[in-house]
């Protein structure tokens, strides 16, 4: 298999309150966006509550809520309700009161809270916010000698369209031994940022002078070291451990921001970054990152749950993991917008051990970290279960899996020590296909030679792809010779079930013409099977009515007379 194709492969496989409270944000427009007064980065959740998280006490916007019979009425958008001076539909997007349930708001920018009056320090607003806590931002424990080093985009123009990746290389101090211990966000366009992810590079890597559009992962920076998301204030690693940096650890560091704009706005401009805490006392460990998840998603339109899983197998963690366990120190869920419960639960000899993560009621706007204290113990041939759960009542079309916020994404990162004892920081699946496997480039990928399969000039797989052209045309219909031919030929798992569908894709992809031939070949005889199978299930059917009327007798004679004429008929028309 060439490098390119292995490059592919990376590419393709690669970024509590309860649910009641949670679905009356779909009833006002912008309910999961509202941002935090005392902080725009962090989301409120609790929109009618004086918690932030939901629950309690009522605010002012929750009392004429609950008085609107919660739902989003002309009176209540044009109500305000915290006396700031701006209507509750000017705070939430809705300024002319036109939105709907599952519509698009005005507008999704520049929102601000209707239950806190605002400014905070306006006279006006004296008295009314006496619930809000404004100094609970935590702080991290660091050692005396700590030093901090910024790395931030210069004022870069945000471009036109919806979603932008864009990243930057940085030289980190190198006049010693580091380690990274802590990151706090630089957040200089909170209209666009969406998310920071800071990737330790190779030391072959050059520093740059300016941002330049990238993927979701640059080649050769690919050890995540630090990450911010839209509602996180900043991180602090376990006090035993720590990212090494310098000179027997990362010399150069990848910046990638994530600018979302789907209104496409021309004018917006950003410098966002991050300050990374660097101390010299080296803690006991070197830290990583390990990231399980599930890279294929498809979630239908207006379906109301749609679940997605994926495993990191024993099988794969008792290759990857070597010179004793790891031990896991915080966890944190991703998904996108469509996105509604996430978990990560942990099983050793098929027992679930414990939930790693448990989010009743996901927020992509507002993620948590949920610190594991003490450390857990993951040992080689543990597994980690990962289930996404996703709503799409308000979209017209199919969502993927993919980089956009329109997208969708089921991952989970698991902050870990010591750093060492991984070969690999990623056990996710392609269905139900292991990464690891793949990137081994194992010989037997479910029972394919994968490698072997991808070659056209092979002796095998040139001698399967002749028994199919020489029985099955491309685009000229169905011939009888591969009808008879097709029950024998899909018994290779090369050309069946994930496999095949995954070396569909590499051949789509990646331009492979004999391959995309002969899966089109095989694939010519589609309507004629489809309709084999819906005649024998229509005759399975017909002849369980008709069993049906010999068996049951004590019911009319008008009943049976009429289902037996319907069992007859329907048996005519199929033979």
């Not at 300016?210 to 911010?228: F, T, V």
């Not at 857990?376 to 279960?385: C, K, Q």
């Not at 018994?491 to 994930?498: D, E, H, I, L």
């Given at each position: 298999m060439g490098t390119k194709m292995y490059r592919y492969f990376v590419i393709l496989l690669f970024v509590n309150w309860s649910e009641e409270y949670g679905s009356f944000r779909d009833k006002i427009p912008n309910g999961h966006k509202v941002p935090h007064p005392c902080n725009p980065s962090t989301i409120w959740n609790g929109v009618g509550h004086k918690a932030q998280g939901g629950g309690g006490e009522r605010n002012p916007f929750g009392l004429d809520?609950?008085?609107?019979?919660?739902?989003?009425?002309?009176?209540?958008?044009?109500?305000?309700?915290?006396?700031?001076?701006?209507?509750?539909?000017?705070?939430?997007?809705?300024?002319?009161?036109?939105?709907?349930?599952?519509?698009?708001?005005?507008?999704?920018?520049?929102?601000?809270?209707?239950?806190?009056?605002?400014?905070?320090?306006?006279?006006?607003?004296?008295?009314?916010?006496?619930?809000?806590?404004?100094?609970?931002?935590?702080?991290?424990?660091?050692?005396?000698?700590?030093?901090?080093?910024?790395?931030?985009?210069?004022?870069?123009?945000?471009?036109?369209?919806?979603?932008?990746?864009?990243?930057?290389?940085?030289?980190?101090?190198?006049?010693?031994?580091?380690?990274?211990?802590?990151?706090?966000?630089?957040?200089?366009?909170?209209?666009?940022?969406?998310?920071?992810?800071?990737?330790?590079?190779?030391?072959?890597?050059?520093?740059?002078?300016?941002?330049?559009?990238?993927?979701?992962?640059?080649?050769?920076?690919?050890?995540?070291?630090?990450?911010?998301?839209?509602?996180?204030?900043?991180?602090?690693?376990?006090?035993?451990?720590?990212?090494k940096v310098g000179i027997n650890g990362f010399k150069k560091a990848t910046l990638e921001i994530h600018w979302n704009n789907p209104e496409k706005r021309a004018d917006y401009t950003d410098g966002s970054g991050l300050h990374i805490f660097l101390t010299k006392t080296l803690r006991k460990y070197d830290a990583g990152v390990l990231m399980v998840g599930q890279n294929y998603i498809n979630i239908p339109p207006r379906s109301p749950q749609v679940v997605v899983k994926a495993n990191c197998s024993s099988s794969d963690t008792s290759r990857f993991i070597v010179n004793g366990p790891i031990y896991l120190t915080s966890a944190l869920n991703h998904m996108h917008y469509l996105g509604r419960e996430m978990k990560m639960e942990h099983y050793r000899n098929n027992e679930k051990l414990?939930?790693?993560?448990?989010?009743?009621?996901?927020?992509?706007?507002?993620?948590?970290?949920?610190?594991?204290?003490?450390?857990?113990?993951?040992?080689?041939?543990?597994?980690?279960?990962?289930?996404?759960?996703?709503?799409?009542?308000?979209?017209?079309?199919?969502?993927?899996?993919?980089?956009?916020?329109?997208?969708?994404?089921?991952?989970?990162?698991?902050?870990?020590?010591?750093?060492?004892?991984?070969?690999?920081?990623?056990?996710?699946?392609?269905?139900?296909?292991?990464?690891?496997?793949?990137?081994?480039?194992?010989?037997?990928?479910?029972?394919c030679s994968m490698w072997k399969f991808f070659n056209a000039e092979d002796p095998d797989t040139g001698a399967f792809m002749k028994s199919v052209f020489d029985n099955c045309n491309m685009l000229m219909g169905c011939k009888q010779?591969?009808?008879?031919?097709?029950?024998?030929?899909?018994?290779?798992?090369?050309?069946?079930?994930?496999?095949?569908?995954?070396?569909?894709?590499?051949?789509?992809?990646?331009?492979?013409?004999?391959?995309?031939?002969?899966?089109?070949?095989?694939?010519?005889c589609n309507a004629e099977i489809a309709k084999d199978t819906c005649k024998a299930d229509c005759l399975k059917s017909c002849r369980e009515i008709s069993g049906a009327i010999s068996i049951k007798t004590s019911t009319s004679f008008v009943t049976y007379t009429y289902l037996y004429f319907v069992g007859i008929m329907l048996l005519i028309m199929y033979h």
């Open positions: 809520f609950y008085i609107q019979g919660k739902t989003w009425t002309n009176d209540l958008c044009r109500k305000d309700s915290d006396g700031d001076g701006k209507t509750n539909g000017e705070e939430l997007g809705d300024p002319d009161c036109e939105w709907t349930p599952n519509s698009v708001p005005k507008s999704t920018v520049s929102l601000s809270h209707p239950g806190v009056c605002e400014p905070l320090n306006d006279p006006k607003c004296a008295g009314k916010n006496d619930f809000l806590q404004c100094d609970s931002t935590p702080s991290c424990n660091m050692e005396g000698d700590t030093i901090f080093q910024t790395l931030t985009f210069p004022n870069t123009t945000v471009p036109a369209v919806e979603t932008n990746y864009y990243c930057m290389t940085f030289d980190l101090h190198t006049d010693g031994d580091y380690h990274l211990i802590a990151t706090k966000p630089v957040i200089r366009n909170s209209n666009v940022v969406h998310h920071m992810l800071l990737y330790g590079c190779d030391d072959n890597v050059n520093a740059t002078d300016k941002p330049e559009k990238c993927g979701m992962a640059k080649e050769n920076c690919r050890h995540l070291i630090g990450l911010w998301a839209v509602g996180l204030d900043g991180d602090c690693l376990h006090k035993d451990a720590g990212f414990r939930d790693l993560t448990d989010e009743a009621d996901y927020s992509y706007d507002s993620p948590k970290s949920f610190p594991l204290t003490p450390p857990v113990v993951f040992r080689p041939g543990d597994e980690i279960i990962t289930t996404c759960v996703y709503s799409s009542m308000g979209k017209n079309r199919t969502v993927v899996k993919g980089e956009a916020t329109s997208d969708e994404m089921c991952y989970g990162f698991l902050t870990f020590y010591p750093k060492e004892n991984l070969k690999m920081e990623r056990c996710t699946q392609w269905q139900d296909i292991s990464e690891y496997s793949i990137a081994m480039r194992d010989p037997l990928i479910k029972g010779e591969c009808l008879d031919f097709l029950p024998e030929a899909m018994k290779n798992p090369c050309v069946n079930g994930s496999v095949g569908a995954l070396i569909r894709r590499v051949a789509v992809h990646l331009n492979m013409p004999a391959h995309f031939a002969m899966f089109t070949a095989l694939d010519s």
